[in-house]
């Protein structure tokens, strides 16, 4: 038994490396290399192009839905050209502002970042960057999540109802909502 032990201690000693060696290293390893330390290369071009990027997930998951998703769903909703002209309209100005804001963001993103690198970096400038850029942020997702407001308003209740069940929402059951959808 003793030889046993001893000819495995080998493999368990490399094992035990292997994992302290892994607990050791960070989640952002490879990141240093970025323009933009904060923002991943996908998340800086879907700012730059105005992609929801999950800052309307509260509403696309309260039955809501996205006028993007609406279009490419087009035929199994069954909208009329009216629907089709308003969805295209709202998505278009959509767009066109969480470019603007996103373009706004991702200046502001990069200040940040060119802070530190400068290492004359303060805590009343990160202070006044963060809050800009919180304010920033928060207006770009007023900007999609009032999208799905206005959505929503185009839809009926059974295309609402579809769009989810197209979309893997549950049932698509909005008995909950209390609006009145023609």
């Known amino acids: 038994?003793?030889?046993?032990?001893?000819?495995?201690?080998?493999?368990?000693?490399?094992?035990?490396?292997?994992?302290?060696?892994?607990?050791?290293?960070?989640?952002?390893?490879?990141?240093?290399?970025?323009?933009?330390k904060a923002l991943t290369t996908q998340e800086v071009e879907g700012f730059l192009n105005g992609m929801g990027m999950g800052l309307s997930k509260v509403a696309e998951l309260n039955q809501y839905p996205g006028p993007k998703h609406v279009l490419e769903l087009v035929d199994q909703l069954e909208l009329s050209d009216q629907q089709r002209e308003q969805t295209e309209a709202l998505f278009n100005q959509m767009k066109k502002e969480a470019v603007e804001i996103g373009e706004v963001y991702i200046a502001?993103?990069?200040?940040?970042?060119?802070?530190?690198?400068?290492?004359?970096?303060?805590?009343?400038?990160?202070?006044?960057?963060?809050?800009?850029?919180?304010?920033?942020?928060?207006?770009?997702?007023?900007?999609?999540?009032?999208?799905?407001i206005n959505m929503k308003d185009i839809l009926t209740s059974d295309q609402i109802n579809k769009y989810d069940q197209l979309r893997g929402y549950g049932e698509g059951d909005t008995s909950h909502n209390h609006q009145n959808h023609s």
Request: proline share 3%; net charge negative.
């Open 1 to 36: 038994m003793n030889r046993l032990l001893y000819s495995l201690l080998p493999v368990f000693t490399i094992l035990l490396l292997g994992c302290t060696q892994d607990q050791h290293q960070s989640p952002y390893s490879g990141q240093e290399s970025l323009e933009i």
């Open 108 to 148: 502001k993103e990069r200040e940040l970042n060119r802070q530190f690198e400068s290492d004359e970096v303060s805590s009343s400038v990160v202070d006044s960057l963060l809050v800009e850029i919180g304010k920033i942020k928060g207006s770009l997702r007023a900007v999609h999540v009032n999208t799905h």
